[in-house]
């Protein structure tokens, strides 16, 4: 739907900021089994990861054939988890999960962990901008630019792809977030990006990168 921004009704405006809540929260809950994959994704929008939790905080949660001592501890949740979770699922629309991906350490060494991310729902913009390539962002009259997320670097295999030699694609590890982007974009009305090295350093030298951008135009 098309959004009236450039109005000094004062009923129009009220329907823009009406139009900007298109927010929904979803827990996704994985248990720690070896074989566990799970996925977190968007019907709209793209996911914005705002809470998570590796460890256990209640002894009902992932419970099922316990022993009682496995789940004792209802105080363990480890560090840089968050951290973690936006870096590999920001602004995508589906994100594959597993707990080894997740696990840097063990908070509480004998105990039945848990993985809980509570994820957003953003409808907004996500483009992809291959290496060397330069893109125009543009909103409409009376709009402004918002970033969300931008990350430069490799975190698949297919995008960005198109007759690459594999060496330069399988770095799926690449994960830089930069609030670049975001400085030199966020309240105008268009903004130019290039995706080079030369603008970001090289987060993944050999790798053939790209930069992946969620944003929206909202009224000003
Ligand atoms: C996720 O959201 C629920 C509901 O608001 C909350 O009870 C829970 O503690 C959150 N989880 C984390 C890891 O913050």
């Known amino acids: 739907q098309k959004k009236i921004c450039n109005s000094s009704f004062s009923v ?4 823009c900021v009406l139009t900007r809540g298109d927010v929904f929260t979803h ?54 988890t968050l951290d973690v979770l936006k870096k590999r699922c920001d602004g995508k ?11 840097t350490s063990d908070p509480c060494p004998g105990i039945y962990k848990y993985l809980e991310v509570n994820y957003t729902c953003f409808t907004a913009t996500r483009r ?11 909103c409409d009259e009376g709009e402004v630019l918002i970033v969300y997320t931008a990350n430069y670097g490799r975190r698949d295999h297919y995008t960005c792809s198109y007759q690459k030699p594999d060496i330069q694609i399988k770095n799926t590890n690449c994960l830089n977030p930069t609030s670049k982007i975001g400085e030199s ?33 909202q009224c000003k």
Request: charged residues 20%.
């Open 128 to 138: 992809v901008i291959c290496e060397n390539s330069q893109t125009y962002l543009q």
């Open 12 to 15: 129009l405006a009220a329907f």
């Open 27 to 80: 827990t996704v809950v994985t248990c720690d089994d070896l074989n566990n994959v799970d996925h977190i994704g968007c019907d709209t929008g793209v996911i914005i990861v705002h809470s998570a939790l590796y460890g256990r905080t209640d002894s009902k949660t992932c419970s099922e054939g316990k022993a009682p001592q496995l789940l004792a501890n209802t105080k363990c949740s480890q560090r840089g």
């Open 93 to 103: 629309r589906v994100c594959e999960l597993n707990t080894n991906v997740v696990r």
């Open 185 to 217: 974009c966020n309240g105008k009305n268009s903004c130019t990006i290039k995706a080079s090295n030369s603008v970001f350093g090289d987060p993944c030298v050999g790798t053939y990168k790209y930069l992946e951008l969620v944003y929206k135009c």
